[in-house]
Nanobody
């Protein structure tokens, strides 16, 4: 079992950048496929980006391609989400999730462990 704690959220102007961190404890992040999801008020939780257990395959939602980058530091047992060129519509609570599988999927129900979330607010 793994515990996940997100950090790095905050308030940023449109066009700015943030880097979210997802620190894991209990087991190593390299044991899981990892994903970032987000949920805006009144909307369903949606897939943002994921990385395979090996770290070799990443997948991105179309809405963030070219702006967001996922990475993993096995030594720090942490997964990062670098967010550049932020837009107002990126405003949401961002969640880190771990899946007992090889590849990251886009379905929240496929993930076994979740962090508590971190708020990202982009002002227009």
């Amino acid at each position: 079992q793994v515990q996940l704690v997100e950090s790095g959220g905050g308030l940023v102007q449109a066009g700015g950048s943030l880097r979210l961190s997802c620190a894991a404890s209990g087991r190593t992040v390299s044991s899981y496929a990892m994903g970032w999801f987000r949920q805006a008020p009144g909307k369903e939780r949606e897939f943002v980006v994921g990385i395979s257990r090996s770290g070799g395959i990443s997948r991105y939602a179309d809405s963030v391609k070219g702006r967001f980058t996922i990475s993993r530091d096995n030594a720090k047992n942490t997964v990062y989400l670098q967010m550049n060129s932020l837009k107002f519509e990126d405003t949401a609570v961002y969640y880190c999730a771990a899946r007992n599988g090889v590849v990251a999927t886009t379905t929240p129900g496929d993930y076994n462990y979740w962090g508590q979330g971190t708020q990202v607010t982009v002002s227009s």
